[in-house]
């Protein structure tokens, strides 16, 4: 019987854990971290502090927190820290930091939906039925809410300030939501859901002001698994359940990037990388890929600086095509002091006494 590894995917804020690791593993570049004796059991779900200073592991019926070694290679050590509010709490679907580090919340099969204060651990919201199970949970930028899906299909928003339950997201009778995703670009507050529809992926938005909903666009040509969203908020990740990943344009709501068979199963985990460059994508057939983003985007300034390039470059085309020698010479027009004097009368007229001596006069 192998041990259990735990593998660090360089990408922060997610890190992968599997056992007796495929031969054919796509990760290619991976360093155990961590071994896990098989006393523990396996690591069902992982989640990086905010921090980057530790990480917190969820088995069967315990917990744990792992220090991350800040000097040199990236080792996990095991906390002293207790976590005596955690224990016992039974199997967590999903798990995950506030983006400020100050709340943990978790999800687990039995629909049981906590918040905890972090590092206290003291529990902030206790609802033992949100969900018949929760499939995913995600905080808002500025901590204020937290959305959650279950397997049922239905979507819930907690206000974490009062905490209670805010609103839950209306849908067809053909919907069923998936994964719930808010903004990070702090300009825009919306929240992205995933949906399925018959066979086919599609993800609503809807507006943090009033709930309502803006609108849905279809994806995926199979139900979507996975769902992302990049730290800069312009990029959404999707994995479906055929394999395969797509990179959506947030501002245009419009697939950017097609990794087809990215996975022989269904993908069950994506992370973008801190700069959005690449995105991280964990398959059901225990294979991890990293995929390089083909992302680039005109900047504002860019756009002006070529503007004024471009304006430049007309005028000083404009200079030499009227000036150079090559140009037409019937173009090239007196000016100013070089300009001819006016012809006199004479040359005109002629000269008076030529018409007296013409006619005899």
């Known amino acids: 019987m192998c041990e259990t590894m735990v593998t660090a995917a360089l990408f922060h804020g997610m890190i992968c854990s ?16 961590y071994s896990i004796s098989p006393e523990d059991g ?17 088995f069967a019926n315990s917990c744990k927190f792992f220090e991350i070694n800040p000097k040199g290679a990236c080792k996990l050590k095991a906390s002293e820290r207790e976590l005596p509010l955690l224990q016992g709490l039974g199997i967590q679907n999903c798990i995950c930091f506030s983006g400020d580090g100050s709340l943990l919340a978790t999800g687990g099969k039995d629909g049981h939906l906590r918040i905890f204060a972090w590092p206290s651990c003291e529990i902030a919201l206790d609802e033992s039925q949100s969900h018949r199970s929760i499939q995913d949970i995600d905080f808002s930028l500025d901590s204020g809410y937290l959305a959650s899906t279950g397997e049922e299909g239905a979507c819930r928003v907690w206000n974490i300030v009062e905490l209670e339950s805010l609103v839950r997201l209306e849908r067809e009778k053909d919907e069923k939501f998936g994964y719930c995703r808010f903004s990070r670009d702090g300009t825009q507050a919306f929240l992205f859901v995933s949906i399925t529809r018959g066979k086919r992926g599609y ?13 849905l666009k279809k994806l995926a040509d199979a ?63 225990s294979s991890a890929r990293v995929s390089r983003l083909k992302k680039f985007e005109w900047k504002e300034w860019q756009l002006y600086a070529m503007l004024l390039g471009m304006i430049a470059f007309s005028g000083l085309l404009f200079l030499l095509f009227f000036q150079s020698s090559l140009s037409d010479d019937f173009w090239q027009f ?10 006199p009368r004479e040359a005109i007229w002629g000269h008076p006494g030529s018409l007296d001596e013409s006619y005899g006069l």
């Open 18 to 33: 599997r056992s007796c690791f495929n031969q054919r593993e796509l990760l290619r570049w991976e360093n155990t971290i």
């Open 42 to 58: 396996l690591p069902l779900r992982l989640a990086v502090h905010p921090s980057g200073d530790g990480v917190i592991c969820f």
């Open 203 to 215: 993800v609503g938005v809807w507006n943090m002001m009033d709930w309502s909903k803006l609108g």
């Open 223 to 285: 139900s979507i698994s996975a769902l992302a969203i990049s730290r800069d908020g312009k990029s959404l990740g999707l994995g479906t359940i055929e394999g395969d990943v797509a990179v959506v344009l947030v501002r245009r709501m419009e697939v950017t990037q097609l990794i087809g068979s990215a996975h022989s199963l269904s993908v069950t985990g994506l992370e973008f990388s801190k700069h959005g460059r690449s995105l991280l994508s964990l398959g059901a057939d």
């Open 334 to 343: 007196p000016m100013g002091r070089e300009q001819p004097a006016r012809p």
